[in-house]
C-alpha cells in the first residue's frame, strides 16, 4: 500500500508546525524570548569578570595545619594545575580551618584569582556554605555569577514561558485567529499543548546554557548535576503551565505583555534570591514561600550554590511545582476560551 504523501498530518503535529513557523517570521517576538535572560547573563559574567578575575595574578596557595585534609587538598590543587607555596613567605592564599569551617585569606596587596580555589575545596567533599573567602583586611568575597545563577535560570525561563507563550495566545485572541480555530474540531487542550515544542527548543537554551556554566565553573558536581537538570526542567514544566492559565481568558495582548515584562523580575525579588527573608515581615515571607518561583529557586540553589537542603525538601519543592503543573494545565484547558464572547 502506497502512503499518500498529501495525506492531513494529526491535528497536534499542524498546530506545532504552524506555531513554529508563526514564532519563526515574529523575528522581533522570537528575540525578545532570549533577550532578557542573555542580558542579564553578560552583565553579571561582565561584573564578576571585572571583580573577580581581571588584573589579578595567579594564586599561590599556602594550606594550613589545622587543615584535617591537608594531604588531599594540596593533591587537588596540584591535579587543578594550581600552585603550592614551598615558601609560605611567597603565598597569596591561605586556606584555614576552624571548628568544621573554612576560611580562604587572600592578599589584599596581590589580589590573587580565587575562584578556582573554592570549586577545588568543593570537589573533596567541602560544602560551599562552610567557606569564607576574605582579605587580610576582612573585606568579604562573593562569587557574582555562582551566587545570582539561580535567579538567572529563573528569569530566563519565565520569560520564555510568559513573554513567549502568554502574549502571543492573547494577541490570536484579539486578532480573531483563535476564534476561527474554535469553528474546526480541534479541543482546547490539543491547541495548548501544540504551543510547547517550540518554545520547549528555547527553554532548552536557557536549561543548556545554565547547565553548561554550572558544570564548567564547578558550581554543580557529581549527582549534583542530573538533580539540577531535574529541578530546571520541572521549573520550565510548571512555568509553562502557569503561562497558559494566564493567557486562557486574557483579552488584551499589550496588558499581558506588560505583566510578563516585569513579573519575572519581580517573582525574582521574592524569591529571597535577592531580598534576605530575615528583613521581611513574616506575613510576607510566608506569601514568598508559597509562590512557584521560590519552590524552583530553593533546589536550584542547592546545587548552584551549594545552600543546605536535604532530600526531604527536594521530595517537598519537586512535588510541589510537578503538583502545581498539572493542576495549572487542567484548568488551563477548562478555562480556555476561543472568543471572549465565549464568556
Known amino acids: 500500500m502506497v502512503k499518500n504523501a498529501y495525506a492531513p498530518r494529526s491535528a497536534f503535529v499542524e498546530l506545532a508546525t504552524a506555531s513554529a513557523k508563526d514564532l519563526y517570521r515574529d523575528k522581533k517576538g522570537s528575540f525578545s524570548i532570549l533577550f532578557m535572560f542573555v542580558f542579564f547573563l553578560l552583565l553579571i559574567l561582565g561584573l564578576n569578570y571585572t571583580i573577580n578575575v581581571s588584573k589579578r595574578v595567579d594564586p599561590v596557595v ?121 469553528t474546526t474540531p480541534v479541543s482546547k487542550l490539543t491547541f495548548i499543548l501544540a504551543q510547547t515544542p517550540i518554545r520547549l527548543i528555547y527553554g532548552l537554551v536557557v536549561i543548556g546554557t545554565i547547565f553548561g556554566v554550572a558544570a564548567i565553573a564547578g558550581y554543580a558536581q557529581g549527582t549534583q548535576l542530573p538533580r539540577l537538570l531535574l529541578s530546571m526542567t520541572l521549573g520550565l514544566t510548571v512555568f509553562f503551565a502557569l503561562a497558559y492559565l494566564v493567557a486562557a481568558r486574557s483579552r488584551r495582548a499589550e496588558t499581558v505583555n506588560n505583566v510578563a515584562a516585569i513579573l519575572p523580575v519581580t517573582a525574582i525579588l521574592a524569591s529571597g534570591q535577592v531580598l534576605p527573608p530575615q528583613l521581611l515581615p513574616i506575613w510576607l515571607t510566608w506569601a514568598m514561600n508559597a509562590l512557584p518561583t521560590t519552590w524552583y529557586t530553593r533546589v536550584a540553589s542547592a546545587d548552584l550554590t551549594s545552600e543546605a537542603l536535604n532530600p526531604g525538601q527536594f521530595a517537598l519543592y519537586w512535588g510541589l511545582m510537578g503538583g502545581t503543573a498539572i493542576c495549572a494545565a487542567m484548568l488551563s484547558a477548562r478555562l480556555f476560551v476561543w472568543d471572549d464572547r465565549e464568556r
Open 62 to 182: 599556602a594550606i594550613g595545619e589545622t587543615v584535617p585534609s591537608a594531604v588531599e587538598l594540596e593533591t587537588a590543587f596540584r591535579a587543578a594545575g594550581i600552585e603550592i607555596a614551598q615558601d609560605l613567605g611567597r603565598a597569596n592564599v591561605t586556606v584555614q580551618e576552624a571548628q568544621g569551617n573554612m576560611t580562604i585569606l587572600l592578599s589584599s596587596v596581590e589580589k590573587p584569582i580565587w575562584i578556582p580555589i573554592i570549586a577545588v575545596i568543593e570537589s573533596i567533599g567541602v560544602p560551599a556554605e562552610k567557606l569564607t573567602v576574605q582579605d587580610d583586611l576582612g573585606d568579604p568575597y562573593i562569587d557574582l555569577l555562582r551566587t545570582n545563577l539561580p535567579a538567572l535560570s529563573a528569569l530566563g525561563l519565565m520569560a520564555i514561558a510568559f513573554m513567549g507563550t502568554s502574549v502571543p495566545l492573547t494577541r490570536m485572541r484579539e486578532n480573531g485567529s483563535l476564534r476561527l480555530l474554535g
